[in-house]
């Protein structure tokens, strides 16, 4: 049980407030503004604040001052965002808990219990965060989820909430004031996303269950990402941004067997694909991010259907992968163009799966010319994404050949192949892009 001061000028609001907070198991004593709230924190050591912000006589921001300078007691304001103006004032980022009018009573009861266990051990909220950079939420028109930002002590503070995401000048403030990251839920990730991580549960009968064991791989991860896709002439904060996506989407893997027992398939069937997936996802991210015409969304989509883009291959015999293509019959060739199809179904087993994730790793071998397999495809007909995808695994062979007897090349050395083959399948704004990535 909590001393908790409930500090609301509407009555109605006030005693429905009281009524749960009391069913929450906690001692309430209400008041109406921040004065009169002064007056009992003078007078009494309460566990916790919860304020409302517009009141009469003194308003909960110029409350949550006194407290900070006075009594150092938990806080939690209420408002809605349209009370700011639609720019929470920067205090509030000093605050325990900003909760966005209509509140639920589920966001209450949380904070609560998140404020009043400042002190303890499990207090760390970190494993359940995904941090996302700043700048991609300044092109958001609207977002589906809360947004927090990370203040000292593992504290977590809303700052935008479902429907209502921070202005465009809150967060240039926050980018002033230093923060590069801003978080989301990674329950939400899969919202941002829109992949159902039930996905692979056809693809594999594999089983990782030591907790330990699945972070090495996660580490081992970023690291090949890290150590094998940046080469001499790519522009180096493009990349890092990219492996910072590249974190968000691992880090949504971290808690799913099915989802990591994939990569892990690929990786001990035919490591170069495994390699091969990771590069052409990590890729796939710049291009998109570096064409600017795709939301955060989409470019999270990239490089995850980059990151799953040849998983059909893993149903083919290893010894017709580690073939040279120069070697291959008319016949092997053909089994080898049905792998985005393949691809396609395997991801495809799951309920629930994006439409739009399957059509860009079926799509990732078409053309712009209709000369591209395994349907086609033309122009128009032919999702923006895979375009992306599919210039990203020419650069990605390139950059990093499957093949040990082929020489890898530096970004200069890759450009200029390309520039010299005038028959390249690459999509020209996807080329432009590529050409914009190095240094």
Known sequence: ?????????????????????????????????????????????????????QMPEMDGIKLFQWIRENKKTPFILMSGYADFGGQLPEVTVEMDRVLAKPCRLQDIREALDECLNVGSKDRSKDHEYCKVPINEF????????????????????????????????????????????????????????????????????????????????????????????????????????????????????????ELLNQLILLDSQTSWIYRHSLAVSIYSIMIARQMRRFSLQQVLLAGLAGMFHDVGKKEFDPGLMEKSPGLLSPQEKATLKTHPTLSRKILEKSPGTQPELLEIVEQHHEQLDGKGYPKGLKGDAIHPLALVVSGANILAKLLLPPRQKVSKLDFDQALAKINADPHHPIAPLVLSAIRELHE
């Open 1 to 53: 049980m909590a001393q908790v001061l409930l500090v609301e000028d509407d009555p109605e609001l006030c005693n429905l407030l009281e009524g749960c907070l009391t069913a929450f198991n906690h001692q309430v004593t209400t008041t109406t503004n921040g004065k009169r709230a002064i007056e009992l924190l003078k007078k009494t050591d309460f566990d916790i604040v919860v304020s409302d912000f």
């Open 138 to 257: 300044i092109v958001e028109a609207d977002l589906d989820f809360d947004i927090f930002i990370r203040l000292a002590g593992n504290r977590y503070v809303k700052i935008g909430h479902h429907g209502s995401p921070p202005s465009r000048e809150q967060m240039e403030s926050y980018i002033k004031k230093g923060a590069q990251h801003l978080y989301l839920n990674k329950e939400d990730l899969g919202k941002l996303i829109h992949f159902n991580v039930q996905v692979a549960k056809a693809a594999t009968q594999l089983s990782l269950d030591n907790v330990i064991e699945r972070n090495l791989f996660l580490r081992y991860t970023a690291e090949t990402i890290l150590e094998q896709t940046f080469v001499v002439g790519m522009n180096q904060p493009a990349f890092q941004s990219a492996t910072e996506f590249m974190e968000i989407m691992l880090s949504s893997f971290e808690n799913e067997n």
